[in-house]
């Protein structure tokens, strides 16, 4: 069963960046194509960014284009979420997932594995 462990998660000021990573083990990686999701209280779990298999292709959800960059590092079984630019409307509880399919998919439900999630906040 393929696992992931997602880590770099902390208190940052507005402005400011931040990488998250998150490990994969237990699985061949280039079966996956793999997404970042985050959840603010009272929210529902929201689409971040995709990644597909070999790390040419990603997509972005509107609100952090431009300012996140999804990168893929298959040789360490690792991706990676660089986070620029940051806002207070960013924090959130932030997942890496793991999909069957090996194009970028941006809903929860087509993925079938999920890290345990790390928290970030951003100050004012």
């Known amino acids: 069963q393929l696992q992931l462990a997602e880590s770099g998660g902390r208190v940052v000021q507005a402005g400011g960046s931040l990488r998250l990573s998150c490990a994969a083990s237990?699985?061949?990686?280039?079966?996956?194509?793999m997404g970042w999701f985050r959840q603010a209280p009272g929210k529902e779990r929201e689409f971040v960014g995709a990644?597909?298999?070999?790390?040419?292709?990603?997509d972005y959800e509107d609100s952090v284009e431009g300012r996140f960059t999804i990168i893929r590092d298959n040789a360490k079984n690792t991706i990676y979420l660089q986070m620029n630019n940051l806002k207070p409307e960013d924090s959130g509880v932030y997942y890496c997932?793991?999909?069957?399919?090996?194009?970028?998919?941006?809903?929860?439900?087509?993925?079938?594995?999920w890290g345990q999630g790390t928290q970030v906040t951003v100050s004012s």
């Open positions: 997932a793991a999909s069957n399919w090996r194009n970028e998919r941006r809903f929860a439900s087509e993925y079938a594995y």
């Open positions: 237990g699985g061949t990686f280039t079966r996956f194509g």
């Open positions: 990644i597909n298999w070999s790390g040419d292709r990603t």
